[in-house]
């Protein structure tokens, strides 16, 4: 009898206890990315770099130069905020093909797009002329060599794609071959023949016609990136990446 009722207690107490904890909430499914069909438009090839001249092009000078037909940004003293090399005209869809190198700090760069210039995009720059954040990004990034991936600037941050691809094929203090592919709400990206990222935005609206734009990331050290080729073609008459080895 005395087991009995023990055990009655010792359900009772349970029960009890089980009350008395809040309720887990569930956790959100992750949103499902929609296929947005690319954009329509005149299919144009268009140099970006003329091999000589920043001529289409806006950032600082000072940090912003051409060497021996190369595009090359370089910092001595601090970068407080992320710059960048921006074009003068606005994109949509297109494909970018060209060549980045690493030559100095183990910082990684990037090529921003789908975006639009926003030197206050902290909330913490009160004059974006001393704080040197005038061209400074709020969009998508495609990161090289170091960090590879995709990132929102001023957003959410990292996205969820596979870095080992990337890793794998990626150099870094030499010259790496990539294409950039940007359809729709889509984003795809090769590396030196390899195709390493194929991904959906979830939330399309925040895709924007924007410059696109070389980065010189934000540091405390100095450090060198270089750029070449930089070969533009809007509205892709083909929807697949041109420099995969097959």
């Known amino acids: 009898m005395r087991r009995f009722l023990f055990l009655l207690c010792l359900l009772a107490s349970t029960a009890a206890t089980a009350q008395d904890k809040p309720a887990q909430p569930k956790k959100a499914a992750p949103k499902v990315a929609p296929d947005v069909p690319p954009k329509k438009g005149a299919s144009?090839?268009?140099?970006?770099?003329?091999g000589k001249t920043l001529d289409g092009w806006e950032g600082y000078t000072d940090q912003w130069s051409v060497h021996d037909g190369?595009?090359?940004?370089?910092?001595?003293?601090?970068?407080?905020?992320?710059?960048?090399?921006?074009?003068?005209?606005?994109?949509?869809?297109?494909?970018?093909?060209?060549?980045?190198?690493?030559?100095?700090?183990?910082?990684?760069?990037?090529?921003?797009?789908?975006?639009?210039?926003?030197p206050k995009a902290d909330g913490k720059v009160k004059d974006p002329k001393t704080d040197r954040s005038e061209h400074t990004y709020a969009g998508h990034l495609v990161m090289f060599p170091s960090n590879y991936g995709l990132y929102d600037l001023f957003g959410r941050n990292s996205l969820p794609v596979d870095v080992k691809p990337a890793k794998a094929v990626g150099k870094q203090h030499d010259w790496n071959d990539i294409e950039i592919l940007a359809q729709g709400n889509r984003i795809r990206v090769a590396i030196n023949g390899a195709a390493v990222v194929d991904w959906r935005d979830p939330e399309p609206e925040r895709i924007k016609e924007g410059p696109i734009g070389l980065q010189l990331h934000s540091n405390k050290v100095p450090q060198e990136v270089q750029f070449k080729g930089l070969v533009l073609e809007t509205f892709p008459a083909k929807d697949e990446l041109l420099t995969v080895k097959k």
């Open 70 to 118: 190369v595009i090359v940004g370089k910092n001595t003293t601090e970068v407080k905020y992320s710059t960048y090399l921006l074009t003068k005209k606005t994109y949509t869809d297109f494909r970018l093909t060209f060549a980045a190198k690493l030559a100095q700090s183990e910082m990684h760069s990037g090529i921003c797009f789908w975006g639009a210039v926003s």
């Open 44 to 50: 144009e090839t268009v140099k970006l770099f003329d």
